[in-house]
């Protein structure tokens, strides 16, 4: 894979990504892209909360990069690339942020290592979805990283009513 042909998937998956988007939140995103690059496992924590709010705390102080100099910087590790994920990590009316989170195959145990090591990376575009937005409403694109009082407001709603109507459903059946 040459480094014009990374940057192509790269692109499709940019594509795919403001289509889940623009499909599953009410924000206006700009279409100025910015991104940081991370590898998976530099996020601590044993359980999903404690990986997110790390996931926060290190890409808030990561440097934002254009789409050249992240394709630049993620060839140098292609031949070690698994897994390549674009989420959208911090979107505005200026500026969007975009994710590039990358899983090595270094990182496999070493029978997978030997039957994946000569696979091209796969790409994948992902948002996640807050509880409350799972019966498919819109949701604040940016609700991992603080979200604000909109994402505040429809947390308070989802635990008082939602969460406990379907605690006291299932004690009544």
């Keep these: 894979m040459t480094q014009n042909d990374l940057k192509d998937h790269i692109k499709i998956n940019i594509t795919s990504l403001l289509q889940l988007v623009k499909t599953n939140c009410w924000n206006t995103i700009s279409p100025d892209l910015f991104f940081i690059l991370s590898d998976f496992n530099e996020f601590e924590g044993t359980n999903s909360l404690e990986r997110s709010s790390s996931r926060n705390r290190i890409n808030n102080s990561k440097m934002m990069l254009t789409l050249d100099s ?4 993620l060839y140098k590790e292609l031949d070690d690339l698994y897994d390549v994920n674009l989420y959208m990590f ?9 994710e590039i989170q990358y899983y090595r195959k270094s990182n496999f145990e070493t029978d997978y290592f030997a039957a994946i090591k000569d696979n091209q990376p796969m790409f994948h575009s992902k948002i996640e979805i807050p509880v409350y937005a799972w019966d498919g409403g819109k949701f604040d694109v940016n609700w991992e990283s603080g979200g604000g009082l909109h994402h505040a407001w429809k947390i308070f709603l989802w635990r008082n009513f939602l969460y406990k109507r379907k605690i006291r459903d299932k004690k009544l059946k």
């Design 70 to 73: 992240a394709v630049e910087n």
């Design 90 to 98: 911090r979107a505005n009316k200026t500026e969007t942020i975009v």
